[in-house]
């Protein structure tokens, strides 16, 4: 994260009668008006003019050692051929959740978290014209600049729904895959989340999750600092946590595909890992 913006989000919880973030802790309402903010500036500073061999997942994304996408290998070229500058720059992710399982012509996809609309473009493809791809974010500035990206793009099987994970505008059983990447971590409430996920998963339904995950806790004083909070890490939760809260939900088959090693300098840095995670709603 650039000094300017964790500066401006010192400001914004500091003018609501909150102490120093890095070292308090917060509510749930705080650490969404974190999120809020700082993917909020990520989609205004979003360029059309992007070159996609050379930008995509910043400085400051999930990915954390501010490598472009390609360079991390979270995609294949060919799945990023075509897409708007905007969407690649907007990217934040830790993985490609639409990688995990096959999506199927004439399903439907949601993405949890969906940012400028990446994942979103690239599981249209594979649902086709007969299938249908729902965006879910909770920043107001990044489902404007998803719609637009898919205004871009042409495509009439992709719409964005401001909403948050724990509460969207979806039907009971009518999903067939969910995805996300790299924004679980992010909620407060990841109980909430997952419920959510096997409320509007079909029975059969699938889940394909990118996400941070730790081997062991982190320090306290890691947790609570809030550059980390919106770099993905604060809100890790140990694997067997995390998984524990997908089974509490109802979810069943649950499965670490792979995973890899942060790539941060800190001390306690071996704790984090980015993880490809599968999960079913029984039939």
């Known amino acids: 994260m650039t000094v300017r913006l964790l500066h401006s989000l010192r400001r914004a919880f500091l003018s609501k009668g909150g102490t120093d973030m890095a070292t308090t802790s917060y509510t749930d309402s705080d650490v969404k008006e974190l999120v809020r903010e700082r993917y909020g500036r990520l989609a205004q500073s979003a360029d059309i003019t992007t070159d996609i061999t050379n930008e995509g997942c910043g400085e400051s994304s999930c990915c954390g050692d501010g490598e472009p996408a390609t360079k991390n290998q979270l995609y294949e070229i060919d799945q990023l051929e075509g897409l708007p500058g905007e969407a690649l720059l907007a990217s934040a992710g830790c993985g490609n959740p639409t990688a995990i399982g096959d999506l199927g012509a004439g399903e439907t996809v949601?993405?949890?978290?969906?940012?400028?609309?990446?994942?979103?473009?690239?599981?249209?493809?594979?649902?086709?014209?007969?299938?249908?791809?729902?965006?879910?974010?909770?920043?107001?500035?990044?489902?404007?600049?998803?719609?637009?990206?898919?205004?871009?793009?042409?495509l009439d099987n992709v719409e964005f729904h401001l909403a948050e994970?724990?509460?969207?505008?979806?039907?009971?059983?009518?999903?067939?895959?969910?995805?996300s990447n790299c924004v679980i971590n992010l909620a407060p409430d990841k109980d909430a989340v997952f419920r959510e996920a096997y409320r509007i998963l079909k029975p059969g339904g699938r889940m394909f999750i990118s996400d941070m995950v730790l081997t062991a806790p982190l320090p306290a004083h890691a947790t609570a600092d809030a550059e980390n909070w919106v770099q993905c890490l604060s809100g890790a939760e140990p694997q067997d946590?995390?998984?524990?809260?997908?089974?509490?939900?109802?979810?069943?088959?649950?499965?670490?595909?792979?995973?890899?090693?942060w790539k941060g300098e800190e001390e306690w840095a071996s704790r984090v890992h980015s993880a490809n995670i599968k999960a079913y709603k029984p039939a």
């Open 110 to 154: 949601v993405d949890f978290g969906s940012g400028g609309g990446i994942d979103c473009f690239i599981a249209a493809k594979a649902v086709g014209d007969s299938g249908r791809v729902v965006g879910i974010d909770m920043t107001p500035d990044m489902i404007n600049l998803a719609r637009k990206n898919a205004q871009t793009l042409g």
């Open 165 to 179: 994970m724990e509460s969207t505008p979806l039907e009971d059983d009518s999903v067939d895959v969910i995805i």
């Open 241 to 261: 946590i995390y998984m524990g809260r997908m089974s509490s939900a109802g979810l069943s088959d649950i499965n670490i595909m792979d995973s890899k090693p």
